[in-house]
């Protein structure tokens, strides 16, 4: 009964540390929550074993390797007790396929042997390293020795016992001797250069797990508890730890791990005291009495403990970077979250603080928090101190309130009607001036200046009117007086208001919103502001502002408060959590809950910098208080890897981790890479960019995305690039490369190619050769017939001399009788048309004479075109031609009857083409006779015919325009040829026409020109 009392007091007595984790279990990807075995491997990766499949860690997720019966390249056994890796091997202990083998970078499972002739080695439980060339492989009632440089194995028999005994870990206890921790037969000693195995009989514990070295001490974990085994004089002591230890591993050189079945502990190696560990997670979830099944440690503060059902849970030395204090008020059951708002300190160990349960008072020696009546109704919004060293609190819904030290109470002025008093009940900020004045800023009731002294309140007018809610104030380094407001920032100098700053001000010195929330001075003399869109720069010399919003760089730009640290980095608190803002840089750090914050929602008007410069941060789950300078941000830069690569959406097998240049076929273009970068500690904050060479132009926007698709890759050869930062926003310089071949089509290859023109060219010399012979051939040949030839033709030449000179003489005949014969057709025609002017001036008949007028004409103009072409080739100068046609057709009309019109002409005199000029003169008499008989009745200066005559694209335009009245066709006499013969002419010509009559007359014809 006493021993058990003694337990009881000593469990009660025993103090209890609680260690913030991240658990990692199935949402995760861990296929089952009990963690047997970890390890890390060279690139960075935790490996983990479970009863059902290995798993592979990347920050993110697990990626798992499970057991296939009808897949031989899978892992043999999904029970899995012991990991390690080795280089590039990742050793594995299986439940019921003994040691099985990774290559990590040929993605390759292996078996250690092939049979096994003992079926206990087919039962394994550990892999041990035993030095730098030895592996120790723990298998049912045996050991495996694996010299890594000879590639051999020696299996050792354990003692026998009665019940099922193993190697549970390995020690170096001199060169060439180790003490072997068995689960049945103690601690043996091995050698390992005889190989003779012996018991250690001074230590009595038959089940052993686990040896820690710490200096000159060996701790032992055994069934019956943790003992230490003194070097020096070779002595075992029992510690005060009497559970089933599992497992032992160093924290620091005064503490160590201690993992037993009933939870895990700290145990202090120079002052003996236990600590019980209790776990906490991101959730607030607390897990007690936890059984860890291995811890493993790396070199960048990353903690892992595998557990036994509750899978593995992760910490990080960096992770708690600030202290959080929940408020905890005396005989409270309900006070588990309440909000903190305005701080106030003075140079002692008191802080001040408003919050959702009135005014609190907090002793930071003693940690203890005192409650006060003020503040009940609603909160306590603000503090000030005036210039006597009164301590003031302004509160939602309780007005104004003034602390006396000496009772240690607070009295209270509140709103009432008909009388001098405050004009609201909400007061939001309390501002200390001169001559014992206070301005109390309300919600509703604008600002009133209350005289400390005679208890009297009087309003006070901005610009002439009234100034509601007034959040925060600033009085600078120059003595201005700076107002935030819901309504902008205003400025007051040498007692006039004389700038206001708004959203919607001029784009050189606008706001980021209009709802000011804070208010701060930096070194440099710039203010900084704080609104519910983000944050403001405001130079006061220039009244220039920069703007600064989330996208910016912050993970929430509604800004509740702004503190300035030592190097004037400004400090901000966010509805989602602490940015900080690098002046120099200006870029952003952010911390949120998972940095150790009290959550990552702040509140307004909760920051306050003491004299000693510690921040305090008010939020809704308590507060923050710190020194910036104390905060150490995680100081490891990530390396990328790409993980695997998608071809259209479908995961490839190309082992893409361990290579470096990956090759496709040119069809296959629409690539999915996945990457991602092993850092640990908060791993959602990474960030990306990512680059393709010869396709992207720049680097991407950062973005914590993990994967890029491109699609339609033209064939040729592409780098992929890939850089992160760590959690606190700080990029690597390591850049991850592939090389990226798209291989074109065969018949775009280089070789199709060199074959191709290799081809060409020998078909080009094989025609040639050919051409050469069979020309030869044929000069033989036409060299006969040559000479044959030659002799008939000197004989024929003779006989054509003979014709040539009769031919000479045919032709003198033949042009001598063509120009008789144009002389007597000109005659002839101008004998008609003599006739025919006879015969008009005799009729008086205004038809008829018109007729034969007509008549005359057309018979002139063939008289003419017969006078040109007796003197001209059967090439036709147009332009020309139209010229001197006109010419002749308006001497003819103008010897009856006077002109009526102006000629103009605009010709392209260099027109040659073989064409029909008898069809084209015969056009131009009618088209222009139509135009004298018809546009103008009187002559009119005004009055104009224009020519053009062009050549476009091989074709003539010709065009005939007045602008005389014009025409309609229903006009035109049924007995009209003129417009018939036109258009016939025209057609006769392979050309066209048209006519636009509405106003004036406008012929356009287009005839095909030929050389």
Known sequence: MTVFLLFIFKVCAQETEIVQINRLGQEAGLLQLNAQALTQDHLGYVWVGTEDGLHRFNGYEFKPYIAHAKDSSSITDDHIRGLLAVDDTLWIATNSKGITGYKLSENRFFNLFESYNNSDLAIAYKILKVNSNFLLFSTKNHFIIFDRKKK???????????????????????????????????????????????????????????????????????????????????????????????YIFKKNDDQIHVATNQGAFFYNTTSKKVTKITFKDKQSKVYENIVLEQFIKDDKGNLWRGTAGEGVFHSNKYQKKFTSVQVRLPFKSDDQRISVFPFFKRNDSILWMGTTRGTLKYNLKNKTFKQYETGIKGITYCFAEDENGTLWAGGIYD???????????????????????????????????????????????????????????????????????????????????????????????????????????????????DRVFALKEGKKGNIWIGTSSGLTKLNPETDETTLFYKQKGFTSDFVYNILIDNKDHVWMSTNYGLSVLNINTNTFKNYTEEDGLQDNEFNGKAGFKDADGTFYFGGINGFNMFKPENIVDNPFLPKVYVESVELFNKPIEQNELYKDTLRFKSEENVLTFNFAALNYLNSQKVSYQYKLENFDKDWSPPGTKRNVTYTNLNPGEYTLKIKASNDAGVWSDAVKTVSLIIIPPWYQTTLFR??????????????????????????????????????????????????????????????????????????????????????????????????????????????????????????????????????????????????????????????????????????????ITNTFKYAFKTYNKNNLLQISCKIELDTIILKIEDNGVGYKKEDIKQDSLGLDMVTEMVYQLNGTITTESSNAVVNTIKIPCTS
């Not at 008093?421 to 001559?435: A, G, K, R, W």
């Not at 007086?481 to 208001?497: H, P, R």
């Not at 308006?890 to 002109?899: F, G, K, W």
């Open 152 to 246: 051999k194995t020696q299996t050792f028999t354990l003692p026998k016992t009665q019940k099922e005994n193993f190697v549970s870990d390995v020690i170096e206890i001199s060169e060439n001797t180790y003490w072997l921790a068995t689960t049945a037969s103690g601690i043996l000693t091995f050698n390992i250069s005889t190989n003779e195995i012996n018991s250690l009989q001074t230590f009595n514990q038959n089940s052993v797990s686990s040896f820690l070295k710490n200096e000159a001490t060996i701790y032992i974990g055994t069934e019956q508890g943790l003992f230490s085994h003194n070097i020096t004089n070779g002595t075992f002591s029992e510690t005060s730890i009497n559970n089933s230890v599992k």
């Open 754 to 927: 060199i074959v191709a023109i290799l081809s060409i060219l020998l078909l080009g010399v094989a025609f040639y050769l050919y051409k050469t012979r069979k020309l030869k051939r044929d000069k033989q040949k036409l060299e006969g017939l040559v000479h044959e030839r030659t002799e008939d033709l000197i004989n024929k030449n003779e006989d054509l001399k003979a014709y040539n000179e009769v031919i000479l003489k045919q032709r003198d005949n033949i042009e001598f009788l063509m120009k008789e014969l144009s002389h007597r057709v000109k005659n002839n025609l101008q004998i008609v048309s003599s006739l025919l002017n006879i015969q008009t001036n005799s009729i008086k008949d205004e038809h008829s004479k018109e007729i034969l007028t007509i008549a005359k004409n057309r018979i002139l103009a063939i008289s003419y075109v017969q006078a040109e072409l007796s003197s001209k080739t059967d090439e036709v100068n147009i332009g020309e031609f139209v010229n001197n046609f006109t010419v002749k057709i308006m001497e003819t009309l103008t010897d009856e009857r006077s002109a009526k019109f102006e000629l103009k002409f605009d010709l392209d005199k260099n027109i040659i083409c073989k064409i029909n000029i008898t069809l084209v003169g015969l056009i131009l008499n009618e088209l």
């Open 399 to 513: 007005g104004l309130m003034k602390y006396d030290p000496k009772t240690d109470t607070f009295k209270q002025w509140l709103s009432e009607k008909n009388k001098n008093s405050l004009p609201d009940n909400e007061v939001l900020t309390i501002i200390p001036m001169s001559n014992n004045k206070l301005w109390l800023c309300t919600w509703a009731g604008g600002i009133s200046e209350f005289d400390t002294k005679t208890e009297t309140f009087t309003p006070v007018l901005v610009n002439d009117k009234q100034l509601n809610r007034v959040r925060v104030y600033l009085k600078d380094s120059k003595k201005n007086l700076w107002l935030g407001t819901d309504q902008g920032l205003y400025k007051l100098s040498n007692e006039k208001w004389i700038k206001t700053f708004v959203q919607n001000s001029p784009e050189s010195n606008q706001l980021t919103n």
